[in-house]
């Protein structure tokens, strides 16, 4: 079941596990407010940068392939050590990254 939450004059619709089913209507705002709702808003507004770079690679291979990417490629084109990954994203590429990417529960699949 689909759930619409107006945040900024958007309707985001998020499924019944947290994932926003239009990563259309995803921009770097609406990564913090995800974050906000998963409990990493104070995290990712500390380390913004690091997150953006993940979360952009996400989309762009989920615009090209339309999966997530396979988590080594996450850590190899965005340098970054799977212990740092886990310390951004707690939860794991599938849940933590995909969510706050704004990307489907489908393109965890790749992950």
Do not use: H
Not at 15 to 41: M, S
Not at 45 to 57: A, I
Not at 76 to 99: H, M, Q, T, V, W
């Amino acid at each position: 079941m689909t759930e619409i939450i107006e945040f900024r004059g958007k309707k985001l619709p998020f499924d019944e596990d947290g994932y926003l089913e239009d990563p259309t209507v995803w921009d770097e705002e609406i990564a913090e407010f995800i974050a906000e709702r998963i409990g990493l808003g104070e995290k990712f507004r500390q380390y913004k940068d690091e997150y953006l770079k993940v979360l952009y690679y996400m989309r762009d291979y989920f615009s090209k392939f339309n999966i997530g990417p396979p988590y080594a490629m996450i850590l190899k084109k965005c340098k970054i050590s799977n212990e740092r990954f886990y310390e951004l994203f707690p939860r794991g590429p599938a849940e933590d990254a995909i969510k706050l990417a704004g990307l489907p529960k489908a393109a965890a699949a790749g992950c």
